[in-house]
Structures are given as C-alpha cells and as structure tokens.
C-alpha cells in the first residue's frame, strides 16, 4: 500500500495520543524501481518518526535488477537484497531502534 509520509506522521501521532503503548512499522525491501537510496530515505523517514520497533519483510514477488553504489547492474536478486538488509541493520543500529531480523514474504 502507498501512503505519503505525511499520513504516516499523521497517523502516528494520532495513535500515540490516543495511548497506543507501542509504535510500530512494517517495511517491505525489493519493491519494484526501489533503489539503495530511496530505501535509507524511506529508513531515514521512518526513524525520524520515532517508532519503537521495525520490522523488514523481503518482497518475494520479482526478480529485481538494481544498481550498486557504482551504477553497476546487479543481476543477481540475492546480492541487491543482502545490499539493502546490510543497510537497514547499519542505519536501524545507529539510531538505537528495536528491530526484528529481515524475513522474506511469499
């Protein structure tokens, strides 16, 4: 589902004011035209909201060919998704947020 951040903040905030004890996010990796950059920008979004846990879930539905950092085609569907589970667990780390090991949805 796509939302905008803007109803992700929004919502989030509602939940917390009314009481919700635990704030929690959902993120799918390998999306179709999803890039190593606008994944740590979709993670630096969601930190920024401040949620107590993450979890990450694999998007099992395509082979995606993506781009490393040198603009290099990566063929290979396992080397883009060990690229963006490495930069979840570094960026998750630094921000001292809970987070639950990556899992690949069917």
Do not use: H
Not at 11 to 20: D, H, K, N, Q, V
Request: aromatic share 10%; net charge negative; hydrophobic share 40%.
């Amino acid at each position: 589902r796509v939302q905008s951040l803007e109803q992700t903040a929004t919502t989030t905030e509602t939940a917390r004011s009314l009481g919700f004890g635990s704030v929690n996010f959902d993120l799918i990796y390998g999306l179709p035209f999803q890039t190593p950059e606008s994944f740590e920008t979709t993670l630096d979004e969601v930190i920024a909201l401040a949620p107590d846990r993450i979890a990450l879930y694999g998007y099992a539905g395509r082979l995606f060919v993506g781009l490393d950092a040198d603009g290099t085609a990566m063929t290979d569907d396992a080397d883009f998704r060990d690229l963006l589970t490495r930069s979840f667990a570094e960026i998750v780390e630094a921000a001292g947020v809970r987070a639950e090991p990556p899992r690949v949805t069917a």
